[in-house]
Structure formats: structure tokens, C-alpha cells
């Protein structure tokens, strides 16, 4: 019903950057807050930042002063800026997104594929 797609990942050198988008499609009515989360080989997958429909946000520490978030809530599409990146700052990026199908319905939580994201040294 709702999918999710991520995009914007790649290789990239420490100090570059990276926008990583995500779109969400479907029978969407509206969609709550978004989160980019991450997953690093043999690491758990941890929040990265979230925004809410108002676009308030909130980031990790460790990417605090890095990293930006933000929404374009006409195209459903949630975006990640990237700057100074860090080879600890490689993993498999996901998005993910509180959507309610349809008025009057609660929310369901609807995550995206990843892309993974390398950053060399």
C-alpha cells in the first residue's frame, strides 16, 4: 500500500558529501514525522534524525553540525544533507515514515529498502 524508496547513496571520500532522498508513494492520506536511521556491519541500526510534519528535528550526536534533514511534504519525500562525512559514517542508510492511509486511521510505520552509503578514508 505504501512504499518507500530511497535514493543518493554511493561512495564518496571523507569530507564530501551526500543528499540521500527518500519518496514515499501509495495510498497516503498524511504522513506523520520521517526518520533517516542507519545500519553498520555487525551494529545495531540507530536513529540518525527524525522530522515532524512541522519540521521540527532532531539529530543524533554524532552527526550533529553535519548532517540536516528536511521535507518536501507536496512530493512526500523526506531528504538527508550529508556534509563532512566520516568513514565511521558508512552504513546502510533507511528511511521511515509514520503514514495514515486513509482519515480517521491511526498510523502505520512503513520503512524503505536503504542505500548504503561509503565513505573511504
Known amino acids: 500500500q505504501v512504499q518507500l524508496v530511497e535514493s543518493g547513496g554511493g561512495l564518496v571520500q571523507a569530507g564530501g558529501s551526500l543528499r540521500l532522498s527518500c519518496v514515499a508513494s501509495g495510498s497516503i492520506f498524511s504522513i506523520n514525522a520521517m526518520d533517516w536511521y542507519r545500519q553498520a556491519p555487525g551494529k545495531q541500526r540507530e536513529l540518525v534524525a527524525f522530522i515532524t510534519s512541522n519540521g521540527d528535528t532532531a539529530y543524533a550526536d554524532s552527526v550533529k553540525g553535519r548532517f540536516t534533514i528536511s521535507r518536501d511534504n507536496a512530493k512526500n519525500t523526506v531528504y538527508l544533507q550529508m556534509n563532512s562525512l566520516k568513514p565511521e559514517d558508512t552504513a546502510v542508510y533507511f528511511c521511515?515514515?509514520?503514514?495514515?492511509?486513509?482519515?480517521?486511521?491511526?498510523?502505520?510505520?512503513?520503512w524503505g529498502q536503504g542505500t548504503q552509503v561509503t565513505v573511504s578514508s
Open positions: 521511515r515514515a509514520d503514514v495514515s492511509l486513509h482519515y480517521g486511521l491511526g498510523v502505520n510505520s512503513y
